[in-house]
């Protein structure tokens, strides 16, 4: 079946810390990617999306994610995270019309 | 972008009870999608709406369950019918953005359902 994988559940870092949070799809041919957050009481939002072009997209906040095809990955990072960045973070993908959602990874960034 | 406002913003609901959620959109647009996030999980696709047409449910959603309404290109309803505690989630609606934005999709801020 056609999926979505975020690796990492639950992560906590320090401040100052970089991140990598990963991303698998299963779906071939062309995707549209995308990885949305979700800050405490809030609703989502997007961080960063990648249609065509420059594999490596950089989104708001200093966040940044590589496309690598053959990999069928579309790994999230920020070299430097901050408490702010508190969240969850949900990788998508775009599949014929409809953008399917990993199940999410829960951040916790401590001051 | 996008504003999307959705009423009821929550609710606590008794079970075997209906409720309806509506989704209006400040712009019209074509498709509108209905999402459920259950507590802690992630976001799971129930169906699209398409003004003019019947709604095209996902795998494991029911017209019978989960009505949907599309009277014209702003709007929308989802009705939750004979709710269980298991239907106890966030239901957001969801556009594309036009633009810049295309291809991008906007939330509401959901509507939480707790059924007792």
């Known amino acids: 079946a056609q999926s979505v994988s975020q690796h990492n559940h639950h992560v906590i870092l320090s401040e100052a810390a970089s991140l990598e949070l990963g991303c698998n799809y299963s779906?071939?041919?062309?995707?549209?990617l995308f990885w949305y957050v979700q800050y405490p009481g809030q609703h989502l939002q997007l961080l960063l999306k990648?249609?065509?072009?420059?594999?490596l997209v950089k989104g708001i906040k200093g966040f940044e994610a590589e496309f690598i095809k053959s990999k069928f990955s579309f790994n999230l990072r920020k070299p430097s995270v901050q408490w702010s960045d508190t969240a969850e973070y949900f990788c998508?993908?775009?599949?014929?019309?409809?953008?399917?959602f990993g199940k999410g990874t829960r951040l916790h960034i401590l001051p | 972008s996008a504003v999307i406002s959705q009423k009821p913003s929550r609710d606590i609901c008794q079970r075997g009870t209906s409720l309806t959620i509506q989704c209006q959109v400040d712009?019209?647009?074509?498709?509108m999608f209905w999402y459920r996030q259950q507590p802690g999980q992630s976001l799971t696709l129930i169906a699209t709406?398409?003004?003019?047409?019947?709604?095209?449910?996902e795998s494991g959603f029911v017209i019978d369950k989960f009505p949907i309404s599309r009277p014209n290109l702003t709007f929308s309803t989802l009705t939750v019918s004979n709710m269980s505690p298991e239907d106890s989630s966030i239901y957001l609606c969801?556009?594309?953005?036009?633009?810049?934005?295309?291809?991008?999709?906007?939330f509401g801020e959901g509507s939480r359902l707790t059924v007792l």
């Open positions: 990648y249609f065509s072009g420059d594999p």
């Open positions: 969801s556009v594309y953005g036009t633009g810049v934005n295309t291809g991008e999709l906007f």
């Open positions: 712009s019209q647009v074509t498709m």
């Open positions: 779906y071939g041919g062309t995707v549209n």
């Open positions: 709406a398409n003004q003019g047409s019947e709604a095209t449910y």
């Open positions: 998508a993908v775009n599949n014929a019309g409809k953008i399917i």
